[in-house]
């Protein structure tokens, strides 16, 4: 199966080089270029992809600036004439750094490291843990997956509520997405993962967990759909 | 060195053959179609580097150059492109677009050189293309 991708670039013969790349390859579908910081957050709002090729800076900004604003964690590539940005990639966990202009080869090379990346993640994503363990308090804590309702993003700390307790630890919510046992539990929002079998009732954009209200937010509404089954 | 021979296009020596085969191999239409693109949108991107220069604008000028730096890489100008380079590590350089004059000057004689080698270059492939055809 193809990865779908967006460009993200304002200068068009570099975009329209990459999508060459792209359709030579057979392996990726572009779905849209955008120009700028706006459109692509736009585009990502209401669309999800599986790979960004990410130029650095944009008009409206800096093309970091659509990652810390979308509430899903697709591949990065970034793609950038200079090579000062890729301190900043690694910070942002992007998969490879192309520097403007680059050959088809090189091209090549990073998206093995993409699909090599993907079917790394695909197999976390198939393990049947039904715990996890956190470090809260000074502690390694065991918790069962099917005690936990939800888990919330704080800032750089998570808590992660059960019906008994909550739990803080210093976390995030893009990186325990593709920790937690994603059979069991969807990331709804960019602050929030919640435990599938624990949501009560859903009335639009909201979730109703044991008398707590979760925003869905419209980047992820569509997996939303599809994982609850809602005919 | 220059990958030309009587059964293959010939490129001007301001173009790096190597650089455009490194990238493109030997499609000449699609080495065409970037040309024409490239010069598609050069007076919008110099203007940019016209304008935020008489504006005294160092941030957007820098903005500017650095926009269309790369696009010299695409027609096989690495040359053009390092000078675009040293142009915009300059402006981290001043306070000021008046401290920039003389390397504006030669920014800009370097880029209307270079537009016209491309220009011509793109001719020569249209022609190419078309007598290939």
Not at chain 1, 48 to 55: Q, R
Not at chain 1, 167 to 189: C, D, P, S, W
Request: proline share 2%; net charge negative; hydrophobic share 35%.
């Amino acid at each position: 199966m193809k990865l779908s991708c967006i460009i993200v670039e304002d200068l068009q013969v570099a975009a329209d080089y990459l999508k060459g790349c792209c359709e030579k390859s057979g392996r990726i579908e572009v779905k849209a270029h955008c120009t700028n910081v706006t459109e692509a957050i736009n585009f990502l709002d209401t669309n999800s992809v599986d790979l960004i090729f990410l130029d650095v800076e944009i008009p409206g900004g800096q093309g970091f600036d659509v990652l810390d604003k979308i509430a899903y964690s697709p591949k990065v590539i970034l793609t950038t004439s200079k090579t000062e940005y890729a301190y900043n990639g690694f910070e942002y966990n992007v998969t490879d750094f192309l520097k403007k202009p680059f050959s088809y080869q090189r091209f090549s090379d990073a998206l093995k490291k993409i699909e090599a990346t993907t079917t790394t993640s695909k197999n976390n994503d198939s393990n049947d843990d039904d715990h996890i363990f956190i470090k809260s308090d000074g502690k390694l804590v065991r918790l069962k997956n099917d005690d936990i309702l939800y888990i919330e993003s704080m800032g750089d700390y998570v808590k992660f509520v059960s019906a008994e307790k909550k739990y803080v630890a210093l976390n995030t919510i893009k990186n325990l997405e593709t920790k937690v046992n994603t059979r069991q539990f969807i990331k709804v929002h960019r602050s929030y993962i919640v435990n599938i079998s624990k949501v009560d009732n859903i009335r639009e954009n909201t979730l109703f967990v044991k008398g707590s209200e979760i925003p869905v937010s419209k980047a992820c509404k569509a997996e939303v759909i599809r994982r609850f089954n809602i005919i | 060195m220059n990958r030309n021979n009587s059964s293959t296009f010939s490129f001007s020596e301001k173009i790096d053959a190597d650089y455009i085969f490194n990238m493109y191999e030997d499609d000449y239409p699609y080495i065409e179609t970037m040309f024409k693109t490239v010069l598609d949108h050069f007076d919008a991107d110099r203007l940019a580097i016209l304008t935020n220069f008489q504006q005294n604008d160092l941030e957007l000028l820098r903005k500017a150059v650095h926009k269309i730096k790369p696009t010299f890489g695409f027609v096989g100008m690495p040359d053009v492109l390092e000078k675009c380079k040293a142009f915009e590590n300059k402006c981290y350089q001043v306070q000021s677009t008046k401290e920039l004059e003389t390397d504006y000057k030669y920014l800009l004689s370097t880029l209307e050189d270079a537009h016209q080698a491309i220009i011509n270059e793109h001719n020569k492939l249209v022609s190419y293309n078309r007598s290939a055809a």
